[in-house]
């Protein structure tokens, strides 16, 4: 089993930064590719980032590439999510989850944190 709590989101102008934070606890935690997803409203659910255990895969969706860094302190349990640059279509609910087997399908992720709802205002 793996724990997963989000932190981090918040309201920012268009064009401002914010820093998601992703604790996670239970035994397995390592073992799992960390992910990245976003829900906005009326809107599939899709991956934003996502990073193997030690850091040497990363994928990104092309709507954020450039704009967005995803890293992991497997000493504290915890995955982030730096956002520059944001802008309203940024606007969404984000969801931290964890995976045994991939990237980027939502499915395929057995561990889901609560979401912390992140505001890009124009």
């Known amino acids: 089993q793996v724990q997963l709590v989000e932190s981090g989101g918040g309201l920012v102008q268009a064009g401002g930064s914010l820093r998601l934070s992703c604790a996670a606890s239970g035994r397995t935690y390592s073992r799992h590719i960390m992910g990245w997803f976003r829900q906005a409203p009326g809107k599939e659910r899709e991956c934003v980032a996502s990073?193997?255990?030690?850091?040497?895969?990363?994928y990104y969706a092309d709507s954020v590439k450039g704009r967005v860094t995803i890293s992991r302190d497997n000493a504290v349990n915890t995955v982030y999510l730096q956002m520059n640059s944001l802008k309203p279509e940024d606007t969404a609910v984000y969801y931290c989850a964890a995976s045994r087997s991939d990237y980027s399908d939502s499915r395929r992720y057995d561990y889901w944190g609560q979401g912390t709802q992140v505001t890009v205002s124009s």
């Open positions: 990073i193997n255990w030690s850091g040497s895969m990363i």
